[in-house]
């Protein structure tokens, strides 16, 4: 399911059409300083290049209006997600990330090994 | 870490304080349907109800303007994350979620093998 919400949304609202179980969920809690210059379009940049590693499932992500942010994104293996940490735009944006637009963040990686859904 | 965000949040901006893995992560991504009604006091309710649970350990959450949340509460174990799912004030929370509050949800029950914070 993906809404349409206009050019300011740094990321569609998707719900994310993973596979049955199971797979692994790369979790990403973020508080923002409030310093946003270059946030969207790197998230918009990072999201477009993860959609294409091997074996990317697909990305949740939700902001509230004080900043706080939870990604969840979703990988075939723990090998994927290890790889997608390590590509060089990518960490690139994760130092960025630290540096300037990150007040705290913490990353939990899971193996998800059930779902069900409503709706 | 904990932020005052006022009377009209629905949940505190919080960072869980989750120990060292392994624990499990329930994923619960939603779009709401735009009724709110009685939305608020019953997400106050099942935060303060799951913190009373055996094996609780945390919950982050958060929602943008456009309806599409992810909170993630966090358990000892699959043990714990399953009978927080059957408590009585819970399912009826859970019903009407179903019925009003959410056009959409999903669900997914992950082990958290690793994490790493900055900040």
Sequence with gaps: MQRDGGDCRRV??????????????????S???????GYA?????MEELAAAQPGYLGIESARDS???GITVSYWVDAQAAREW???????????????QWYAMYRV????????????
Tied chains: 1, 2.
């Design 12 to 29: 569609p609202v998707t719900f994310a059409s993973t596979p049955r179980p199971p797979y692994v969920a790369v979790i990403f809690t």
């Design 66 to 68: 004080e900043g706080f």
């Design 85 to 99: 940490k390590t590509v060089a735009e990518h960490r690139s944006a994760q130092e960025r990330g630290r540096n």
């Design 108 to 119: 939990r990686i899971a193996t998800v090994e059930r779902d069900y859904s409503d709706g």
């Design 31 to 37: 508080l923002q300083t409030g310093d946003v210059e």
């Design 41 to 45: 379009e790197t998230s918009a940049r």
